[in-house]
C-alpha cells in the first residue's frame, strides 16, 4: 500500500504547455506539500496546504496553482511551461505534530 | 531554521558502523534536529529526529552533544542498501513542515 503517491512519475513535455501531476496520501493526514528538487539536487518546498487550506506559499511563479480538493489530494498544476521547470517534483504529507514527512516517489518532469 | 554543517561524502564498510557528523552551532532551545536521507531516484525518507536527549529507533541511533551544538547518526550495521544522501536538518516542531535541507553528506557502503 502506496502512503504517498503521486502520477506520472515521468512527464516530458514540450515548453509553453500545461500539465498536472497529481497526489493522493492514504495516510490521514492533514498537511501535504510539493517539493521541487532541481538539478543540483536541491530540495525545495514550494507549498503547503492543511486541510484544504493554502499555510506555506515560497516564492514560486504564479505559473504553478496547487489545488487541494480534500485533504487526501493536491494536486499541482503547472501553466506555460519553460525549460527551468525540468525538475523532480515530490508531493509528500505529514502527521499532525512534528515534522515527520511522508514523500512520495517523485515526478520527474522534462521541458523539451 | 539553523544553518547546518554536514561533510559532503563518506564511505563505510558494510556490516560496520556509519557515523554521519553534523554540526549545528546555531541551534535555538526549541529546535529539534531531524535526519532524512534520500537513496537515489526515490523520495526522502524520515529516519530519526531529537531535542536533547539521544534516540534511537529500528533504523538508527541519534546521539546530540550535551551543548546541542552538533549531533551523529549512527547506522549501527550499514548495508548496501544504505547508500544515499543523509541531511541533517534542525527545524522547530512548529514549522509547519518547512524542511530546509542542505547538500547532505553522500554515504557510500561498499562491499
Known sequence: ?????????????????????????????????????????????????????????????????????????????????????????????????????YFGEGSWLTVV | DAKTTQPPSMDCAEGRAANLPCNHSTISGNEYVYWYRQIHSQGPQYIIHGLKNNETNEMASLIITEDRKSSTLILPHATLRDTAVYYCIVTLRTSYGKLTFGQGTILTVHP
Not at chain 1, 11 to 25: F, R
Not at chain 1, 49 to 69: A, D, G, H, M, Q
Open chain 1, 1 to 101: 500500500d502506496t502512503a504517498v503517491s503521486q502520477t506520472p512519475k515521468y512527464l516530458v513535455t514540450q515548453m509553453g504547455n500545461d500539465k498536472s501531476i497529481k497526489c493522493e496520501q492514504n495516510l490521514g493526514h492533514d498537511t501535504m506539500y510539493w517539493y521541487k528538487q532541481d538539478s543540483k539536487k536541491f530540495l525545495k518546498i514550494m507549498f503547503s496546504y492543511n486541510n484544504k487550506e493554502l499555510i506555506i506559499n515560497e516564492t514560486v511563479p504564479n505559473r504553478f496553482s496547487p489545488k487541494s480538493p480534500d485533504k487526501a489530494h493536491l494536486n499541482l498544476h503547472i501553466n506555460s511551461l519553460e525549460l527551468g521547470d525540468s525538475a523532480v517534483y515530490f508531493c509528500a504529507s505529514k502527521t499532525r505534530d512534528g515534522n515527520t514527512i
